[in-house]
């Protein structure tokens, strides 16, 4: 099943349970605010989908995660989740439910690197184009992201490159005897905090 078309099955069932909720009492919210959570896994994404309660009313939050990346995130008011249930029910039966992809490798799990005070996240990725790499850097204070997005096609020639500037910088290096900074890696099983 397309990750879609999973997202309107549960959203059925957000809609089922916010009807069956009696009025909202604004002087005694839930302690956490969630009233019904789901989760959706799809290759290396993460689809969370929280109906909430707040000061304000009722919503539902759906944040979406990518291996070690920040959390992004959007809020449907709880009144508006049928118009938007009925909107990608419509969408899905005019371009299908499949996520447009043959059955894909296991695509390896993203890696972290710290140098000195800058992470840098390896995330590979999958779309209707093919398979590709994502190189972000996240500044430490503000988590902002920026990223440069590799096709696969093209893994090799920026391997060469980067290994030719290696061995450049290596010779004059050593020529001027500095140390190279050390890097710490994290790879696969390792965990990192996304920022909400």
């Known amino acids: 099943m397309s990750t ?6 549960h ?28 989760m959706i896994t799809k ?12 000061n304000r009313g009722r919503f539902l ?7 070690r990346g ?14 938007f249930r009925d909107a990608l029910t419509e969408l899905l039966d005019e371009f299908g439910t499949d996520d447009g992809a043959e059955a894909q490798p296991e695509l390896p799990e993203g890696r972290h690197i710290r140098v000195e005070n800058k992470n840098f996240y390896f995330d590979i990725g ?25 096709p696969e096609k ?11 500037y290696c061995d450049k910088m290596k010779e004059t290096s050593n020529r001027d005897g500095e140390a190279e900074p050390e890097a710490e890696v994290e790879g696969e099983g390792s965990s990192t905090q996304s920022k909400d």
């Open 70 to 83: 920040p959390r992004t995130h959007i809020a449907l008011p709880a009144q508006g989740l049928v118009e």
């Open 154 to 164: 093209s893994w090799s020639r920026f391997r060469d490159i980067f290994s030719d």
């Open 11 to 38: 959203m059925t069932e957000f809609i089922e349970h916010y009807a069956q909720l009696g009025p909202p009492n604004p002087d005694n919210p839930p302690e956490d605010g969630r009233l019904k959570s789901e």
């Open 126 to 150: 999958s779309n209707h184009r093919g398979i590709y790499m994502r190189i972000s850097e996240v500044q430490p204070r503000s988590q902002y992201r920026t990223s440069i997005t590799i």
């Open 43 to 54: 290759d290396n994404r993460r689809y969370y989908m929280d109906l909430k309660e707040n």
């Open 61 to 67: 939050r759906v944040s979406q995660t990518i291996n």
């Open 4 to 9: 879609a078309a999973e997202f309107r099955d």
